[in-house]
């Protein structure tokens, strides 16, 4: 009699999961509080609209690729990959535009327009932070560190000592870099995963690096057509996923994880799968101590957090096509207006991910214009001072819009705003439980990463399992995914001993 799992929270993490133990044979039920399945990797759609709410980078489509081979079937019948060039458009608040094409003979040309010294750095600090990347793949991101021996090896710490992450991202680009905008557009990036670079370690100057080797894709219909794809899966493969159902409490009995209290009754299963924010899961889920084990609220509220993030969404009249899918506006006082996320302020001249889908994907849009999220960081709810009303959201909607009307050929969007929405950290809080509205989760330090992020596996309660954000190997749909498979591996693996 094959096992019964429920798994709380269909977000990327819990899907992903749950389509790996179906192909194994496990019976699965997901509770989604929500009535959209997806978490944060979710969709608004209006008339003339289809918003990605908060995913859009996507990197590394050979983690999207292989959920779909690793149930024998062919990702080419759910989803259509478009391949993005340049993968950025880069403006500069003096009006200068640049693109970076993943062709290297363009790009050489670019940067050498810059300076050669510079082109050479910019292919120094790639080949360096790659190296970086195949280290941290193959001995970190892919391998669980459930265990002290799996990352307290002379092999790990060797290879860990190799990559020698204790710089912060900004002095690590700094030796290679000596123009500031192009140390700026790299730092932006390394900031994707909710920390400072002026801060955190520099192993997440890979991001910058596997975008420019590796390319960034686009998915046709957005993000959510991965979710999509998952959905149909999980039903194919006989899996249930019940929404607008909350999970209350985690249920426990003789070192057991025995069932889930929702508003409907006790649902009892073999197997607890809590794709829940950890964070949150232990504060809210869990009710008695002794199965929190060491998290308990004083641990947490001891824990580091990432920031968080607003989005504005606007749907416009007419196309702007001075702007590519994945846009940088970087704007004076860089280190000041990005540091303000991490400082409890907001920032007074923000700089903007812009990302415009439409510009290559008419399906977001069935009007004759575009739709773009425009992102910038901002504190997490721990910070108090700001209050996310509508003031606030007015104030940050206006310095957008100012930074936005100064970027060339876009001086008259405001007037073209035909549709426009938000998302805050107190949204994030509140339709996805994200622990203090962060956008991120457990920010990943080098403290709090690898054997030293939440295990997967319960220590108390030995069928009980965590998958998401906050554990390893972090933040990101990539990851989330290699999360994933690393939890299901240790699931496999506790039902056959």
Known sequence: MSKKVIIIGAG????????????????????????KIGGRVNIIET????????????MLPNCFKEIFSYVDKDYRDYLEFIEIDPIYRLFLADKTTIDFNKNIST?????????????????????????????????????????????????????A??????????AYISKYIKNEKLREFLSFQ???????????????????????????????????????ALSVLINEF????????????????????????????????????CN?????????????????????DKKLSEMKYSCSTFILYLGLKKRYPQLGVHNIYLCTNFKENIEAAFKGTLPVNPPLYIYCPSRIDRSMVKNDGDCMNIMLRVPNLFFTDIVWNAHTMDLLTNKILKEL????????????????????????????????????????????????????????????????????????????????????????????N
């Not at 999961?17 to 179906?22: G, K, M, N």
């Not at 400072?196 to 997440?204: A, K, L």
């Not at 607008?244 to 299963?269: Q, W, Y």
């Not at 924010?277 to 060491?294: C, G, N, Q, V």
Request: net charge positive; no cysteine; charged share 20%.
């Open 12 to 35: 990327i993490g819990g899907l992903s999961t749950a389509l790996r133990l179906l192909k194994n044979g496990y019976e699965v039920e997901i509770y989604e509080k929500n009535e």
């Open 47 to 58: 008339n003339n609209f289809r918003f990605d709410l908060s995913a859009s980078i996507l």
């Open 107 to 159: 790009l050489v040309k670019t940067l050498e327009h810059i300076s050669k010294a510079d082109s050479l750095g910019y292919f120094k600090f790639t080949s360096d932070a790659y190296e970086k990347y195949l280290i941290a793949n193959k001995y970190f991101l892919k391998i669980s560190q459930e265990t002290s021996k799996k990352f307290f090896n002379t092999k790990t710490l060797t290879k």
């Open 161 to 170: 000592f190799k990559i020698h992450t204790l710089t912060n991202t900004y």
């Open 190 to 228: 390394s900031m994707y995963v909710g920390i400072s670079p002026f801060d955190g370690p520099n192993i997440y100057t890979l991001v910058p690096a596997v975008s420019q080797l590796y390319g960034l894709w686009h998915l046709k219909g957005g993000m959510y057509s991965f979710i999509n």
């Open 238 to 273: 006989g899996g249930t996923i019940k929404t607008g159902i909350a999970v209350e409490e985690i249920l426990f009995s003789n070192d057991k994880a025995i069932g889930v209290k929702t508003p409907n009754g006790i649902e009892k299963a073999d197997i607890i799968i």
């Open 276 to 296: 829940a924010d950890f964070p949150y899961a232990m504060k809210s889920l869990i009710k008695e101590s002794y199965y929190k084990d060491i998290y308990t």
């Open 405 to 496: 009307k100064s970027i060339k050929g876009l001086e008259d969007i405001e007037e073209n705003i035909e549709y426009k929405n938000y998302l805050t950290p107190q949204d994030m809080k509140a339709k996805f439980n994200a622990y203090g509205g962060t956008a991120f989760g457990l920010s990943p330090t080098l403290t709090q990463t690898n054997y030293f992020r939440p295990h997967f596996k319960s220590s108390v309660a030995d069928n009980l399992f965590f998958v998401g954000s906050s554990l390893h190997p972090g933040p990101g749909v990539s990851l989330v995914l290699n999360s994933g498979r690393l939890v299901t591996e240790e699931i496999i693996k506790s039902s056959t």
